[in-house]
């Protein structure tokens, strides 16, 4: 136990030791008397379950609208790490994939048993406060309305309303805004330090923009999209963005309101499982969780845990929910490596030492109208023996980097990573997560998930237009300049031929989205209140909701449809409201700086 004791070690010795978990809970978590008392005061006016972008956003909106509102955050996993695992000194980068992913879920034997090249497994859970925004990539796009055609109209209004107060929420920046303000020479004085968005990002950004038509498929492209915090006139770094930080902020203000008089702490409990919602005539009551039992009162409870926990969740307390589960969308991935001799490009020698680009290309498999969209990373570094570990922390992509073997003879080069991102048809009758006999209520659930025709036309249309961007679009001398990376990262060498199909599809699907799909009646499982059919006082956030899953990167829709449940919820009643996207009186959104354009997708 922390002692407050303001003079320490008097008169008997302190401790020897304290756990992280003590330290976190004293200054910014409950404690175990204030987690009894709050779970049994029903004094709460919501409960929010998960601390990811989508519970952030909620508890961040709603307080800005009304500091006084008494909100509980519950969070399955410890505080874990403080910032986006890129942002940390670079040894944290072992701490990706597997090693920190979780699966709540079963995989149907049916699904495991398709051949490589198809889809094997769903990427995980990443169970610690900050969720997956932990180790997300970070790409934000913007869906643009036509992307959205299957959406409820009222949805789609919602996310249109919300998307600029999303982006400033996760400080978006287009890659080729984000070192212009600096002179060419700080550039180049800068280049040696990190790679920097300068020439390469401007050459190739127009290089496709005036060749788009030779990927057949291809319907828009842009720099891309990142929630990066920008850089300060005078501060030359910048970094990804992930909620610990700004949660932790919004904790620390709410206290200090709290102690003026002026609002309510913001309570969160970490290492708490919520496995069942108590439940009478559809209203719920009360949550199971692994350190027990919360009473709801007249608290409104929002699901921000991710898209299969929630189903979980409510399968195992609502039995009659209609549907849930019944959907199941997600993106399938291709990867692909390559590179061009940076002598081939007429900008070679205008390249500063170390230089990146990120653009943005999304493209119609025409026959079923499934989308897809290519996420490309280029990097050019004249001496990667040296540089590679700096050029890792600033990668755009997290997942598409080349590894040292990729690198080592590649100072000649501009490396191209191509992360491929294809819609799961959500039409598919054979993709579905069903509750099953596993004793466990946190992961009785069987997911299956069979790639379709459609599926496989999708699949097959993105990778032929990945490969006309790389030969047709980017490579001044065409097809015959591209070497492409055969083989797996470990082991495998540049070669002229294409990667087999084998080699540069992905197992496994990210951005798993409707189990509790929106619709405007009761054919969907979730109303346009965000509200499942039937339920009083349960809301859903998060990928769950997603009629279909589109191809755009998913997470600054999620959080403008977040934000925009805690502007319908509005404050507690009575209390003072102020009006909508009230500019940031909590001062969270200290380090961001606006894109100017951002109101528009940009098709360049
Ligand atoms: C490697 C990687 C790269 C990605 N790149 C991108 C990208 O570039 N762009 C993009 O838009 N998206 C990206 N994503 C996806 C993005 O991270 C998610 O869309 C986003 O984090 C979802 O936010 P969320 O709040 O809905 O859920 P999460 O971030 O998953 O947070 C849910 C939280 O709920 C908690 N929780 C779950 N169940 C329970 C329970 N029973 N009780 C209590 N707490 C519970 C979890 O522990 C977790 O902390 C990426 C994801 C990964 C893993």
Redesign the pocket.
């Known amino acids: 136990m922390l002692s407050p004791d303001p003079h320490p070690g008097i008169p008997e010795p302190e401790p020897l030791t304290h756990s992280t978990r003590e330290i976190m809970d004293h200054v910014f978590f409950l404690s175990e008397e204030q987690w009894r008392s709050a779970r049994e005061s029903k004094q709460l006016d919501y409960v929010v379950?998960?601390?990811?972008?989508?519970?952030?956003?909620f508890a961040e909106r709603m307080l800005q609208q009304d500091p006084h509102c008494r909100i509980l955050m519950?969070?399955?996993?410890p505080f874990f790490l403080p910032d986006h695992v890129q942002n940390l000194p670079l040894p944290y980068q072992a701490l990706?994939?597997h090693v920190v992913?979780t699966y709540?879920w079963k995989m149907s034997a049916r699904t495991t048993a398709q051949p490589a090249g198809c889809i094997g497994f769903q990427?995980?859970?990443?169970?610690?406060?900050?969720?997956?925004?932990l180790?997300?990539?970070?790409?934000?796009p913007r869906p643009l309305h036509s992307e959205l055609s299957a959406w409820p109209p009222e949805t789609v209004q919602a996310i249109e309303d919300h998307l600029e107060d999303a982006e400033r929420l996760l400080n978006v920046v287009f890659a080729d805004e984000l070192d212009m303000k600096m002179s060419p020479a700080t550039r180049e004085r800068l280049s040696k330090h990190r790679p920097i968005f300068g020439v390469l990002q401007q050459q190739l950004q127009a290089r496709l923009a005036s060749r788009l038509h030779r990927i057949g498929s291809a319907t828009r492209c842009m720099a891309a999209p990142l929630?990066v915090s920008a850089c300060h006139p005078e501060d030359f770094e910048f970094a990804k963005y992930s909620?610990p930080a700004p949660l932790l902020a919004l904790a620390e203000r709410q206290a200090e309101l709290c102690q003026a008089g002026k609002g309510s702490a913001l309570k969160i409990m970490t290492d708490?499982?919520?496995?069942r919602i108590h439940q009478r005539d559809g209203v719920a009551t009360a949550l199971e969780?692994s350190r027990g039992r919360v009473q709801l009162g007249a608290a409104r409870l929002i699901l921000?845990?991710?898209?299969l926990?929630?189903t979980?969740?409510l399968l195992n307390s609502f039995p009659r929910l209609r549907n849930a589960g019944a959907r199941y969308t997600a993106h399938f991935v291709s990867f692909m490596l390559a590179r061009i001799r940076r002598e081939d490009f007429a900008f070679a020698e205008q390249l500063a030492e170390m230089e990146l680009a990120a653009l943005y290309v999304a493209g119609l498999n025409a026959r079923d109208g499934m989308q897809y969209h290519i996420?490309l990373s280029a990097l050019s570094d004249r001496q990667p023996a040296n540089n590679s570990p700096r050029a890792a922390r600033y990668m755009p992509?997290?997942?598409a980097t080349a590894t040292g073997a990729q690198l080592e003879d590649s100072q000649d080069h501009v490396i191209l990573a191509c992360s491929v991102l294809g819609e799961l048809d959500f039409r598919s009758r054979d993709n579905w997560v069903r509750k099953d006999a596993q004793d466990d209520p946190?992961q009785n659930v069987t997911l299956q998930v069979l790639a379709g025709e459609a599926d496989r036309q999708t699949w097959d249309t993105m990778d032929e237009a990945t490969f006309q961007l790389l030969e047709q679009v980017l490579s001044p001398r065409g097809p015959c300049s591209v070497e492409y990376w055969n083989g797996t990262p470990g082991k495998g060498c540049w070669a002229t031929s294409r990667p087999i199909l084998e080699e540069r599809r992905m197992p496994g699907l990210?951005?798993e989205g409707s189990t509790l799909w929106i619709g405007e009646n009761e054919g969907s499982v979730v109303g346009p209140d965000y509200r499942p059919w039937g339920i009083d006082n349960v809301y859903v956030?998060?990928?769950a909701l997603w009629p279909t899953a589109g191809s755009?990167?998913?997470?600054?829709?999620?959080v403008a449809l977040?934000q925009d449940l805690a502007d319908r919820l509005g404050a507690r009643p009575g209390s003072p409201q102020t009006s909508k996207g009230a500019g940031d009186p909590l001062g969270l959104q200290h380090r961001i700086r606006k894109p100017s354009s951002v109101g528009v997708p940009r098709r360049r």
Do not use: Y
């Open positions: 379950i998960g601390s990811g972008p989508c519970g952030f956003a519950i969070e399955q996993g990706r994939g992913e709540p990427h995980g859970m990443v169970p610690f406060v900050g969720g997956r925004s180790l997300w990539s970070c790409w934000s929630s909620t708490c499982t919520v496995t969780t921000a845990m991710g898209t926990p929630p979980t969740l996420q992509d997290l997942v946190a990210v951005h956030t998060g990928g755009w990167n998913p997470t600054v829709t999620m977040a």
